[in-house]
């Protein structure tokens, strides 16, 4: 899903994205330290939290298919980088030792492949987190993205059960069943839904 050719494909909406996180980070500004992202791969979002001097930690349970593109990162030392070869799911008491408040970035509609996402993401976060979470939109263009990139994939990988790229996720439903209290933004793009939350309060 990372390849060079599938990101070339998906670029459209992998700049857009990138361009509502920045906003995401403007819209609920705090003094961050840590950035969490989601379906990383090739450790995505690692320069932004080294511009904006935040400890990135990484999760993706096929991290080692990335590790030489990661190898050639300049980590800080001191800030350091943490990657996790797990699937969210499988990640809650660890991320709540990450320094405070964080950003959680769902990259690459990778929300749409977590099951039961609200409670998920009750478990993991504190007050004052930032939650960004990006899935394709519903427009005539992202259609054809989408379908241009999993055609790519599917034919890259020539299996047997092509991916399947049905978008489940709905973020209107999915924030009814939060449990916990947030400030919410959805931005809507021509490629590109970001959801952005800010945790006001999370028992
Ligand atoms: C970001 S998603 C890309 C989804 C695809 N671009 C789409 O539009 O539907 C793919 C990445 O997420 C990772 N991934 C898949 N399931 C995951 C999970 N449950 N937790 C964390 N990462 C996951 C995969 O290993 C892969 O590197």
């Known amino acids: 899903m990372y390849s060079h050719k599938a990101i070339k494909i998906a670029r459209p909406f992998l700049d857009s994205e990138e361009k509502k996180v920045l906003k995401a980070i403007k819209f609920f500004p705090q003094k961050y330290k840590t950035l969490i992202c989601v379906g990383c791969g090739p450790a995505a979002y690692f320069n932004l939290a080294l ?13 080692d298919l990335f590790k030489h593109r990661i190898s050639a990162l300049h980590i800080n030392k001191k800030l350091g980088a943490v990657f996790f070869k797990r699937k969210i799911e499988k990640l809650n008491v660890v991320l709540h030792k990450f320094r405070g408040p964080k950003i959680f970035i769902f990259t690459f509609n990778i929300a749409n492949y977590i099951p039961d996402l609200a409670v998920k993401l009750s478990k993991i976060v504190d007050k004052n987190d930032l939650i960004i979470i990006s899935t394709w939109s519903k427009t005539k263009s992202a259609i054809n993205l989408r379908k241009k990139y999993f055609t ?20 209107n439903k999915m924030t009814k069943e939060l449990k916990f209290q947030f400030e919410k933004k959805i931005i809507k793009g021509k ?10 309060k999370n028992e």
């Open 191 to 200: 490629y590109n839904t970001c959801l952005f939350m800010k945790v006001l």
């Open 152 to 171: 790519y994939l599917n034919r890259l990988i020539n299996v047997n059960q092509p991916f399947d790229c049905s978008l489940k996720l709905n973020l």
């Open 51 to 63: 511009n904006k001097k935040l400890k990135y930690v990484g999760i993706d349970p096929w991290i």
